[in-house]
């Protein structure tokens, strides 16, 4: 009787610590101060076989760049148990107008594909619901899609050129993820000014007062070419026979 009664009482101990263990695990994910990752366990994304998960997070365009180097000590997460990881972003300084990406990988080279990243998916999670991608770095590769729980809607796996100049875009959201990042901030499609060639203009026939006119001024020219050959030839005519005539006295 006294087993029975402490194997009830130890039963329900260890539903009471699941309990309030799953509990503290959903409090823990509700800080703006983190970002979430649900670990894949199931299906072709399955990560198996790993102690490290990794944040990387980037800021798009080009004055962007890394936060920090890629696996760095800094972008290390921390394991929350029951498959989930956190990752502090509470030192970062994002900037409203600024485009953003992330990552999440582990020590044995599996990834998720790139991930838009806003101020409003703070105290988000990233989970993976199986779908899986080209890697657009390497393009023989695949990688996991990773899509936010409370952000799914409004913020995309980000579409990119893949290393073979495919367009990589899960989500079908190319044009609106192009606008966002080089265009127009409200999605609206860009649009190009019309360039305009600039062109010679158009050269009028000359009269036939300019035509007399040119044609006299390049007789005249003649002239005074002909007219200056001929006294240098006079001249040197002359000083030839002076010499000669010096010559024979």
């Known amino acids: 009787m006294r087993r029975t009664i402490c194997l009830i009482l130890a039963t329900l101990v260890l539903m009471f610590s699941m309990v309030t263990f799953s509990a503290s695990a959903a409090e823990e994910k509700t800080s703006t101060d983190y970002i979430y990752f649900q670990v894949p366990y199931e299906n072709s994304v399955a990560w198996h076989n790993f102690s490290m998960v990794f944040c990387h997070i980037w800021s798009e365009g080009n004055d962007g760049g890394d936060f920090y180097a890629w696996q760095s000590k800094n972008e290390r997460c921390t394991d929350l148990g029951n498959g989930y990881w956190s990752y502090d972003i509470s030192g970062f300084d994002f900037k409203e107008d600024a485009s953003y990406s992330l990552i999440f990988s582990n020590e044995n080279g599996l990834q998720t594909y790139n991930l838009n990243f806003t101020s409003a998916c703070r105290g988000d999670i990233v989970t993976c619901n199986g779908d899986t991608c080209v890697n657009p770095v390497d393009s023989e590769k695949q990688c996991t899609v990773a899509r936010w729980i409370s952000n799914a809607d409004n913020v995309h796996p980000a579409a990119q050129i893949s290393s073979d100049g495919a367009v990589v875009d899960p989500d079908g959201v190319f044009n609106d993820d192009v606008d966002r990042k080089w265009g127009n901030a409200e999605g609206v499609s860009m649009e190009f000014p019309e360039v305009e060639v600039p062109t010679e203009a158009p050269t009028e026939a000359p ?43």
């Open 207 to 249: 009269t036939e007062a300019e035509l007399a006119d040119t044609t006299a001024q390049t007789g005249s020219i003649s002239y005074a070419i002909w007219f200056i050959i001929g006294g240098v030839v006079l001249v040197a005519i002359i000083v030839i026979v002076v010499v000669l005539i010096k010559k024979k006295k």
